[in-house]
T-cell receptor
């Protein structure tokens, strides 16, 4: 089992719809979770972080965390063509001297005008 | 958010030459920086963790003699790809932790093409 799993997609939604991106992780002790957006040919950009169970909203983005079920999701409301990108889920691994982000493979999102 | 720069943004070199990539934290100090490699349509692969004042920590399978890392100061880390070959052609990205150390801010990346 991979440490962080995402559906690679592509996920295709019409403009104005809600895009739902999901991520599961294997380390039950994980405490910090992140969503990054990466446009083609560019480096990742942090869009959301979440540390507690429940929802966290920032503009059109809502991150949801359920530690009991070991999943974290990202909802994008009123999707725009400019949201078309690859969304990377990352989970912070805090294990002694080996502290690093563990990355999912990313979900490709296409928002169609 | 914190700003991280990389230089150069793009480099083309001949096989067998060495290429140095710089990563700088512009408005904060970073005792740790991370170096990633990303092949087309693939996810990020952590290569190594750069530590100011000590040796870098390399991920399993990454040749430390080929990918030399030097964390010269609290704002600068460099990655040198020695004796580059076409299979080293990739997108190299550095990142640095923010105020909350779990958060990483990425540089714009360096696209390396080895002919």
């Amino acid at each position: 089992q991979k440490e962080v799993e995402q559906n690679s997609g592509p996920l295709s939604v019409p403009e104005g719809a809600i895009a739902s991106l999901n991520c599961t992780y294997s380390d039950r002790g994980s405490q910090s979770f992140f969503w990054y957006r990466q446009y083609s040919g560019k480096s990742p950009e942090l869009i959301m972080s979440i540390y507690s169970n429940g929802d966290k909203e920032d503009g059109r983005f809502t991150a949801q965390l359920n530690k009991a079920s070991q999943y974290v999701s990202l909802l994008i409301r009123d999707s725009q063509p400019s949201d078309s990108a690859t969304y990377l889920c990352a989970v912070y691994k805090n294990a002694g001297n080996n502290r690093k982000l563990i990355w999912g493979l990313g979900t490709s999102l296409a928002v169609n005008p | 958010g914190a700003v991280v720069s990389q230089h150069p943004s793009r480099v083309i070199c001949k096989s067998g030459t060495s290429v140095k990539i710089e990563c700088r934290s512009l408005d904060f100090q970073a005792t740790t920086m991370f170096w990633y490699r990303q092949f087309p349509k693939k996810s990020l692969m952590l290569m190594a963790t750069s530590n100011e004042g000590s040796k870098a920590t390399y991920e399993q399978g990454v040749e430390k003699d080929k990918f030399l890392i030097n964390h010269a100061s609290l704002t600068l880390s460099t990655l040198t790809v020695t004796s580059a070959h076409p299979e080293d052609s990739s997108f190299y990205i550095c990142s640095a932790p923010g105020t909350r150390k779990e958060t990483q801010y990425f540089g714009p990346g360096t696209r390396l093409l080895v002919l």
